[in-house]
């Protein structure tokens, strides 16, 4: 048997629920649809934090926040962590990255053999150099502006942003990449017996919210805003993402349809991607291929937009994987609750790898094979260093600081997440049993 390929797909700030494949109706994902058609989607995968950095780290890590030391935007990885990628790097596999990574410090490899890096993802933050002369260094860069939400949802519409230019020049040097790879004549470079582990990782459908004119004049039409508009009254729901100022309905709508336009662009880049694996004479049978994005979007339900928050379109991320050789069965649908940190050690299993000491990683090919009666159905999401949920069965469980209430959501009772169950009796035990884990995994943080 020749060795196994991975292809991981990424985009950000996808929501769950937005593909053909999840009942969406009105956004186009024939590719993606295909994948979740002849593989397995799993229904309750989380993000190990509803915000970039950190949960792109603790991918790659195999490890919470609170773990591996990324807890906030900013913040990155120490030079030489032990990622999937340096694993599997350790046992032969050629591990290659065509996009966003989003390293801000020194190590911008991060145990990736190659980097092929079109877009605008590789470059070392000023915070993270010391031996910069900070007056200086005041004196000639200015601050980075950022609009503020409102801003980004009034400027919706028409317009091609940097990461559209990004996206496309990565897809381009993937498909480069495996041709060199594969079928290269030149210097009989090609090594199509050597494993590789492709990752394509684009930065739409994150906003900003614009897109060409002819494919938002096609989803304005279609688009509607969400009819769950109750937040609750707690201040990490109704704070500031909740109801953005001076932002009109015709303004949320074009953003809708921007989002829909990316959505479906990001599955096209996915697709030329896949052809070209074919193209290259490859049987895509013979590769494990996994599509997940970093967290999701609230885009207008509970009258929030942007991340941040466990709310289910925040926090929820969509998970897909194809590999008949790899488990049986296609069209299956998962329900057991399951974490991006996971696809660490399955990539580990899948390249007969170590998996190293220190991570929360459970291999999803476990669940793959049929184990859904000895998985452990829990999910943990951590950010801004502070915050917590931990997702078991159906109930999500929040906390917020000894100072906040606790909130406690029954996704079976409740689906739109409109009611605080954490002082319900009935569910006392429950929440003893959550405040029991909290402490396990360092909520509230201990002194010193």
């Given at each position: 048997?020749?060795?196994?390929?991975?292809?991981?797909?990424?985009?950000?700030?996808?929501?769950?629920?937005?593909?053909?494949?999840?009942?969406?109706?009105?956004?186009?994902?024939?590719?993606?649809?295909?994948?979740?058609?002849?593989?397995?989607?799993f229904?309750?995968?989380?993000?190990?934090?509803?915000?970039?950095?950190?949960?792109?780290?603790?991918?790659?890590?195999?490890?919470?926040?609170?773990?591996?030391?990324?807890?906030?935007?900013?913040?990155?990885?120490?030079?030489?962590s032990?990622?999937?990628?340096?694993?599997?790097?350790?046992?032969?596999?050629?591990?290659?990255?065509?996009?966003?990574?989003h390293?801000?410090?020194?190590?911008?490899?991060?145990?990736?053999?190659q980097?092929?890096?079109?877009?605008?993802?590789?470059?070392?933050?000023?915070?993270?150099?010391?031996?910069?002369?900070?007056?200086?260094?005041?004196?000639?860069?200015?601050?980075v502006?950022?609009?503020?939400?409102?801003?980004?949802?009034?400027?919706?519409?028409?317009?091609?942003?940097?990461?559209?230019?990004?996206?496309?020049?990565?897809?381009?040097?993937?498909c480069?990449?495996l041709?060199?790879?594969?079928?290269?004549?030149?210097?009989?470079?090609?090594?199509?017996?050597?494993?590789?582990?492709?990752?394509?990782?684009?930065?739409?459908?994150?906003?900003?919210?614009?897109?060409?004119?002819?494919?938002?004049?096609?989803?304005?039409?279609?688009?509607?805003?969400?009819?769950?508009?109750?937040?609750?009254?707690?201040?990490q729901?109704?704070n500031?993402?909740?109801?953005?100022?001076?932002?009109?309905?015709?303004q949320?709508?074009?953003?809708?349809?921007?989002?829909?336009?990316?959505v479906?662009?990001?599955?096209?880049?996915?697709?030329?991607?896949?052809?070209?694996?074919?193209?290259?004479?490859?049987?895509?049978d013979?590769?494990?291929?996994?599509?997940?994005?970093?967290?999701?979007?609230?885009?207008?339900?509970?009258?929030?937009?942007?991340?941040?928050?466990?709310?289910?379109?925040?926090?929820?991320?969509?998970?897909?994987?194809r590999?008949?050789?790899?488990?049986?069965?296609?069209?299956?649908?998962?329900?057991s609750?399951?974490?991006?940190?996971?696809?660490?050690?399955?990539?580990?299993?899948?390249?007969?790898?170590?998996?190293?000491?220190?991570t929360?990683?459970?291999?999803?090919?476990?669940?793959?094979?049929?184990?859904?009666?000895?998985?452990?159905?829990?999910?943990?999401?951590?950010?801004?260093?502070?915050?917590?949920?931990?997702?078991?069965?159906?109930?999500?469980?929040?906390?917020?600081?000894?100072?906040?209430?606790?909130?406690?959501?029954?996704?079976?009772?409740?689906?739109?997440?409109?009611?605080?169950?954490?002082?319900?009796?009935?569910?006392?035990?429950?929440?003893q049993?959550?405040?029991?884990?909290?402490?396990e995994?360092?909520?509230?943080?201990?002194?010193?």
């Amino acid at each position: 048997m020749s060795p196994p390929h991975i292809l991981f797909l990424m985009d950000d700030q996808h929501r769950f629920d937005w593909f053909g494949f999840a009942g969406h109706p009105v956004v186009k994902t024939p590719n993606l649809d295909r994948l979740a058609s002849e593989g397995v989607v799993f229904e309750n995968a989380y993000t190990p934090a509803p915000v970039c950095i950190p949960a792109r780290q603790c991918l790659a890590t195999g490890q919470f926040p609170r773990d591996c030391g990324v807890e906030q935007f900013g913040q990155d990885l120490p030079p030489g962590s032990e990622t999937f990628a340096r694993a599997l790097s350790r046992v032969g596999v050629q591990t290659v990255c065509s996009g966003k990574l989003h390293h801000l410090g020194p190590d911008q490899m991060q145990g990736w053999n190659q980097r092929i890096c079109n877009g605008d993802d590789m470059e070392l933050s000023l915070s993270f150099r010391d031996d910069l002369d900070d007056a200086a260094v005041s004196a000639r860069v200015p601050p980075v502006n950022m609009w503020s939400l409102s801003e980004e949802l009034q400027r919706a519409g028409t317009g091609k942003s940097p990461y559209y230019t990004s996206d496309r020049l990565n897809t381009e040097g993937a498909c480069a990449f495996l041709e060199e790879y594969f079928v290269s004549p030149f210097y009989e470079r090609a090594t199509p017996e050597r494993p590789l582990l492709l990752k394509l990782s684009l930065q739409q459908p994150h906003y900003p919210f614009c897109a060409p004119e002819e494919m938002i004049g096609s989803y304005l039409p279609l688009v509607e805003e969400y009819e769950n508009q109750h937040c609750l009254d707690h201040f990490q729901c109704a704070n500031w993402t909740h109801n953005p100022e001076g932002v009109d309905q015709q303004q949320r709508l074009r953003a809708l349809a921007a989002t829909a336009a990316m959505v479906e662009t990001c599955d096209a880049h996915f697709g030329r991607v896949l052809d070209q694996i074919e193209a290259c004479g490859q049987d895509l049978d013979d590769w494990l291929i996994v599509y997940c994005s970093d967290h999701g979007d609230l885009l207008g339900e509970h009258g929030k937009w942007w991340k941040l928050s466990f709310y289910e379109g925040s926090v929820k991320v969509p998970l897909v994987i194809r590999g008949p050789r790899f488990f049986p069965g296609a069209g299956r649908r998962i329900q057991s609750n399951v974490n991006l940190c996971d696809l660490f050690a399955t990539f580990c299993e899948v390249m007969e790898a170590p998996l190293p000491q220190g991570t929360r990683s459970r291999s999803l090919l476990r669940l793959l094979n049929g184990g859904e009666a000895v998985w452990p159905d829990e999910s943990v999401s951590q950010y801004m260093g502070e915050f917590v949920m931990i997702k078991q069965g159906a109930l999500k469980y929040q906390y917020y600081g000894e100072e906040s209430p606790e909130l406690l959501f029954d996704l079976v009772a409740d689906p739109g997440e409109t009611r605080n169950f954490a002082e319900d009796p009935a569910y006392a035990e429950a929440m003893q049993a959550f405040r029991n884990r909290a402490r396990e995994l360092g909520f509230p943080r201990k002194a010193g």
